[in-house]
């Protein structure tokens, strides 16, 4: 990506004053106005926006929610059901929280399913997608702690079941285990644990989205031809074509937003969890909130040995080993050329992987059966062949199309196609 000069220029006396010895406005003018962005850009590029704004919601709504909760196993469900029912604005800052999650996961999914498409994660943008790696599992650390807070039955099933996997770690397995709970089972000191994390990550995740935003200016932002910017005429400035292109977008997600939390706010809940927690019982059939379903079921799909390797130590791997997977995507996909969109072969691929990790998500929801286990045993081997077959063995066989010698060239050919499509018609 081709940097120019700051063209912030101070107007008045303070800000001139304020420019010469702490420049923050020339730094947020740098970052939301004046940064070029290629011109070829797609929706798909606005869901950054969508969650920097989404993180904002949480972190705000889960403020005002901390003022009411009661991290007391007696009080806890009744606190939360208390302010919602009776507080000012209960009705609207807790399921707005709950709901708020599930489109954070839902953005964050579209965010990464394009940047593994287009290939923002090749050089030199490996570190840019790491920290987003980061970002995602700092984000799944926070969902199970506050999924833990509500203190319904399925909140202290869940976490009895996943922090019990620890103890299937050799050596230190029951140490971690009994270091998490606060002793040997789900109870307060679990409960003491588990708020005062929730409220800690988050401003961990804004100290990563902050990282992952100065590496993105950096380096530049990628784009669907994976062409890097030859030109200054290549690129516009942030604001306000890509700032207008964002809020569009954020209001038609808003729109979707909105509908779920007035009129559907506990659809992706579950019923169980409007159940007083007993960490005495579980409840029949544990599953957790929808955005884990997919490595649920390949924990799940573990249900034989590996010789002295215990069933439920190779769940683990599975489940660990499929989320930290994503941090070495960089040197896994060996293809000289960035976006699927000349890769045929690897587009075939790639979007049978998307139908996979649906399959998985469908799987991990359904009962335990001797069917439900098979196919998610497939799903899961798909999962990692995609991986570590795919990817690094596919750049040798795959005939790709002709990329563009840049984004000018696919810009004008575009064009042409529009121009010649109309004439047609």
């Given at each position: 990506?081709?940097?120019?000069p700051?063209?912030?220029?101070?107007?008045?006396?303070?800000?001139?004053?304020?420019d010469?010895?702490?420049?923050?406005?020339?730094f947020?003018?740098?970052?939301?106005?004046?940064f070029?962005?290629p011109?070829?850009?797609?929706?798909?590029?606005?869901?950054?926006?969508?969650?920097?704004?989404m993180?904002v919601?949480?972190?705000?709504?889960?403020?005002?929610?901390?003022?009411?909760?009661?991290p007391?196993v007696?009080?806890?469900?009744?606190a939360?059901?208390?302010?919602?029912?009776?507080?000012?604005?209960?009705w609207l800052?807790?399921?707005?929280?709950?709901?708020?999650?599930?489109?954070?996961?839902i953005?964050a999914?579209?965010h990464?399913?394009?940047?593994?498409?287009?290939g923002?994660?090749?050089?030199?943008?490996?570190?840019?997608?790491?920290?987003?790696?980061?970002i995602?599992?700092?984000?799944?650390?926070?969902?199970?702690?506050?999924?833990?807070?509500?203190?319904?039955?399925?909140?202290?099933?869940?976490a009895?079941?996943?922090?019990?996997?620890?103890?299937a770690?050799p050596?230190?397995g029951?140490?971690?285990?009994e270091?998490?709970?606060?002793?040997?089972?789900?109870?307060?000191p679990?409960?003491?644990?588990?708020?005062?994390?929730?409220?800690?990550?988050?401003?961990?995740?804004?100290?990563?989205?902050?990282?992952?935003?100065?590496?993105?200016?950096?380096?530049?932002?990628?784009?669907?031809?994976?062409?890097e910017?030859?030109?200054?005429?290549?690129?516009?400035?942030?604001?306000?074509?890509?700032?207008?292109?964002?809020?569009?977008?954020i209001?038609v997600?808003?729109?979707?937003?909105?509908?779920?939390?007035?009129?559907?706010?506990d659809?992706m809940?579950?019923?169980?969890?409007?159940?007083?927690?007993?960490?005495m019982?579980?409840?029949?059939?544990?599953?957790?909130?929808?955005?884990?379903?997919?490595?649920?079921?390949?924990?799940?799909?573990?249900?034989?040995?590996?010789?002295?390797?215990?069933?439920?130590?190779?769940?683990?791997?599975?489940?660990?080993?499929?989320?930290?997977?994503?941090?070495?995507?960089p040197?896994?996909?060996?293809?000289?050329?960035?976006?699927?969109?000349?890769?045929?072969?690897?587009?075939?691929?790639?979007?049978?992987?998307?139908?996979?990790?649906?399959?998985?998500?469908?799987?991990?929801?359904a009962?335990?059966t001797?069917?439900?286990?098979?196919?998610?045993q497939?799903?899961?081997?798909?999962?990692?062949?995609f991986?570590?077959?795919?990817?690094?063995?596919?750049?040798?066989?795959?005939?790709?199309?002709?990329?563009p010698?840049?984004?000018?060239?696919?810009?004008?050919?575009?064009?042409?196609?529009?121009?010649?499509?109309?004439?047609?018609?």
């Open positions: 990506m081709m940097t120019k700051s063209s912030y220029n101070p107007k008045y006396a303070l800000t001139r004053w304020l010469a010895r702490l420049p923050i406005l020339r947020l003018y740098n970052l939301g106005v004046s070029p962005v011109r070829n850009l797609n929706y798909f590029y606005t869901f950054g926006g969508i969650l920097t704004l993180l919601s949480q972190i705000l709504t889960g403020i005002v929610m901390s003022m009411h909760y009661i007391d007696t009080l806890a469900f009744d939360r059901e208390r302010f919602m029912r009776d507080g000012q604005f209960g800052f807790e399921p707005w929280h709950a709901v708020g999650s599930s489109f954070f996961f953005a999914y579209i990464l399913a394009r940047g593994l498409y287009y923002s994660h090749k050089r030199p943008r490996e570190l840019i997608w790491m920290i987003g790696v980061l995602y599992l700092v984000m799944m650390a926070t969902a199970f702690l506050g999924y833990t807070l509500v203190w319904g039955m399925m909140s202290t099933s869940a009895s079941v996943i922090s019990g996997l620890f103890k770690i050596v230190i029951p140490w971690l285990h270091t998490l709970l606060g002793g040997f089972n789900v109870g307060q679990t409960l003491n644990r588990f708020y005062s994390l929730h409220y800690l990550f988050p401003f961990i995740l804004v100290f990563l989205v902050g990282l992952h935003i100065w590496a993105v200016h950096h380096v530049g932002q990628n784009n669907p031809t994976g062409v910017v030859k030109s200054p005429s290549e690129t516009v400035p942030f604001t306000p074509y890509a700032t207008i292109k964002d809020i569009f977008a209001g997600f808003l729109i979707f937003f909105a509908w779920f939390l007035f009129f559907m706010p659809y809940g579950h019923p169980d969890n409007y159940i007083v927690g007993d960490t019982t579980t409840s029949p059939h544990i599953v957790p909130e929808w955005y884990f379903l997919p490595f649920y079921a390949m924990l799940r799909a573990i249900t034989f040995d590996f010789g002295p390797i215990s069933s439920t130590f190779g769940g683990v791997l599975v489940l660990m080993a499929a989320v930290f997977i994503w941090l070495f995507v040197w896994l996909d060996r293809s000289k050329v960035r976006s699927a969109r000349y890769r045929p072969a690897f587009k075939l691929f790639y979007w049978l992987f998307i139908v996979d990790v649906v399959a998985l998500g469908i799987l991990g929801a009962p335990i001797e069917s439900s286990v098979f196919w998610s497939i799903a899961t081997l798909y999962y990692f062949v991986f570590l077959v795919i990817m690094p063995f596919l750049p040798k066989f795959e005939k790709t199309l002709p990329v010698s840049s984004i000018s060239e696919d810009l004008a050919k575009r064009e042409a196609k529009a121009k010649e499509g109309w004439r047609l018609w």
